[in-house]
């Protein structure tokens, strides 16, 4: 039984409240600092492979892909599938704000949220899914569905020759995930996940001042990640967990920022509503990572903090400390004798709104430039694997070895001193977690 729980404002406002005018080209110092990771991380990674981008992609085991229109004055024809909550910032965003990009199909399951969504945006309305993957106009498919139909619609949009972006969490089970990877490399169609924060400009500004070495040698990486209030229970029944399908976002930044994890610990409670506890989840959870630098780190996440959506990080290293924290949802403040207050912004998408837009702009430029999305299927298995350890922590009260902590690593661990969005993740399935002590 669920009580206490709300809806966030935001919520209500449904997935149109993004404004319409947001700037996707970044004003002056600060726009050109957060252009650096992805600029500099295409580079790197480039570097550090062999052949030209053509003959990557066409040496891939599964060879052609869809003949998408390559090059800068060609937009990425994209189609969005699921139009729920995150489908809808998705195709808004492709539709209006992503100058690379332009939206030429919808699917949903259900068809009145389609045609709505089709008529808003002024996109064709794809009857069947079937229909949307023999288009030969879509060059990438937008993959929003709820987590537990990704992987086979996903890799089914490969399979017919169509980039992928699919949301976080892949899946819910890392032998899916580790497949769904497998099969989307095979089928040789680009894999972005959605990892949004890593194109939180913000974030980005931070990650690349820590490449040049501004804060030193990291100590500690600290993160929170608070909801207003959690999403429907529905939602939260086939979520995976606050691990798997939230603290997954902190876990992927605090790879990618301080490198790979080896130790995971965990606690979780759920003390605001019986549902919790019902469907196995907690609703306030701590996790402690140990770095195979000797770093430490440390997530808090909670469903239902109540006075707003509020996400923070930190890094602290030997020469300087960043911290990441915008909570405000406006630049005003209003002073009444005795008091200042200032208006917090209350869902995730607001917050993040500016990411959003950047995720979807560089996947749409992966697209047309042939290039590797900034993060991808890897990515996505290593987060996952961070997430199921700290599952595996709270659940057994022990210290947990994620799957992927470095031996099951083909490429080089992310890091500081590495580009943006390296592929680092177990190339091969590997087993869940192993315990490495009790804590
Ligand atoms: N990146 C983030 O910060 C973030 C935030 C929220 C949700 N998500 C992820 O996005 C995904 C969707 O979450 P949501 O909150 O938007 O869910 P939602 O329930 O709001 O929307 C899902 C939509 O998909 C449709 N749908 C269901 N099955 C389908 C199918 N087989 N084919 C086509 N359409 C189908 C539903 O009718 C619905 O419109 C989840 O994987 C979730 O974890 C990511």
Known sequence: MWSGLHRAPGDDDGPFSVPRSYPTELPGLFGRLAQVPCQAGAKQWYGRRKGTDDERRFARPGGAVSPTRQGPAHRARLAVAGLGRMGMVHATNVARRCPSA???????????????????????????????LDSP?????????????HAEMAVRAAAAG??????????????TTAQMVADIEAAGTNLQVGFHRRFDPPTAAVAARMRQGELGAPYLFRASQRDMSPPRPEFLAGSGGIFVDMGIHDLDLARWLLGEVV??????????????????DYDTAVVTLG????????????????????????????????????????????RTPG?????????????????????????????????????????????????????????????????????GTDDQPAGPA??????????????????????
């Open 137 to 149: 106009e879509v060059d990438a498919v937008v993959v929003a569905t709820p987590t537990g139909a």
């Open 263 to 280: 130790s995971v610990s965990a606690r979780g409670t759920a003390l605001s509503s019986p549902g919790f506890q019902e469907i196995g």
């Open 418 to 439: 590495q580009a943006a969005g390296e592929h680092s993740g177990a190339r091969t399935a590997a087993p869940n977690v192993k315990e490495v002590g009790t804590r």
């Open 102 to 132: 332009e939206l030429v199909a919808v699917f949903d399951l259900r068809p009145d949220v389609a045609r709505e969504a089709g008529e808003r945006l002024g996109a064709r309305v794809a009857p069947t899914y079937d229909d949307l």
């Open 162 to 175: 169509k980039h992928v972006f699919c949301e976080k969490p892949l899946s819910l089970e890392r032998v």
């Open 291 to 334: 770095f195979a630098n000797g770093a430490l780190g440390i997530v808090d996440l909670s469903r239902v903090a109540g006075y707003g959506y509020d996400s923070s990080v930190e890094v602290v290293g030997r020469a300087g400390t960043a911290r990441i924290d915008e909570p405000f949802a406006y630049g005003y403040e209003l």
């Open 339 to 407: 008091t200042a207050a200032r208006p917090l912004v209350s869902s995730f998408d607001q917050r993040y709104s500016a990411a959003f837009v950047a995720e979807m702009e560089d996947f749409a430029r992966s697209v047309t430039e042939v290039r590797p999305p900034l993060v991808g299927g890897r990515d996505a298995l290593a987060a996952f694997d961070l997430a199921a350890a700290a599952a595996e922590a709270a659940r057994s009260g022990t210290t947990v070895q994620p799957a992927s902590s470095g031996t």
